[in-house]
Structures are given as C-alpha cells and as structure tokens.
C-alpha cells in the first residue's frame, strides 16, 4: 500500500513543505503517491489533478506532484493558471532537481525540494492575499 512507502515523519516533512510554500501565495499544491502507475504518467497525473478537483481553483493556480513509487514515474502538473505565467522549461527544471534526489533514493527529499521551488514561484505570480483561503487539503493523497 502506498501510505506505508513514507513514514510519520516523511509525511509531516512533506505536508510541512506544503504548507511553507503555500505561506505566502494564494496557489495550491498537492501531492499524490501511488506504488504503480498502470498508464502513461501525464494521464494518470491528469487523472488525479481532476479527481483531486485541483482545476476548481479560483486563479487555476494548482500544482500537482505526482509520484509512483515501484515504477519510477512521476510527473508535475501546473493548471492552466500557473502554467501561462512561469517560464518555459521550468517545470523540467523541478524535474531535474528532484531526479537527483530520487535517484539517491530520497523521494521525501525530492518532493520537498520540488515543493518549496514551486512555491517560489506561486508566490511571484500569486502573491498571497489577505481574504486568501486554502482552497486545498494539503495532505498527501494515496492511491
């Protein structure tokens, strides 16, 4: 089962990384760990995003991590919102920071860091307001 692949304390690290990103942006970001991905990764990404009704945003500005574990793939999925704002490729490059850290093993530290470099950049293009509600859970889902 997918829940078991993190401990308690991976878990509150990236839950926690989601809420620091979160501090001072009105966009959203999830995570969503699976074991296996039984389709292309995009697809199964855009599947989630939608059953997490991640494209109910006001501003369109979530962020969605996906991750499947035993089959190695994983995908990182911005709404329409965030994606007409941040630069081309920047998405490859949160990929690529967090490959590194994958390939070491460290999945907990490369959704972190993934996270939190994201949340740079929701920030600059969604700054946070003062009526901001977190429109989000921002726990880990599983499949």
């Known amino acids: 089962m ?6 308690e304390d991976q878990k509150t690290e990236i839950v926690n990384a989601i809420k620091e990103a979160e501090l001072n942006t009105s966009g959203e970001i999830r995570v969503h760990i699976e074991k296996s991905c039984p389709e292309d990764v995009l697809d199964r ?5 939608e059953k997490l009704k991640m494209h109910k945003t006001e501003l369109r500005n ?4 996906y991750l499947a574990v035993k089959d190695r793939k ?5 709404d329409a919102g965030i994606n007409a704002k941040v630069p081309e490729g920047f998405w490859d490059e949160i990929k690529e920071l967090m490959l590194q ?8 530290g490369g959704l972190v860091q993934g996270i939190l470099r994201s ?3 929701l920030k600059a293009h969604f ?3 003062k009526d901001d509600v977190n429109e989000l859970n921002d726990d ?3 499949g």
């Open 45 to 49: 990404a855009a599947f989630i995003f």
């Open 127 to 129: 700054p946070y307001q």
């Open 101 to 108: 850290r994958f390939r070491e093993e460290d999945f907990p």
């Open 140 to 142: 880990i889902s599983f």
């Open 2 to 7: 997918a829940k078991h692949l993190f401990t």
């Open 74 to 78: 994983f995908a990182i999925l911005g």
């Open 62 to 65: 979530g962020v969605l991590f």
């Open 119 to 121: 949340g740079e950049q």
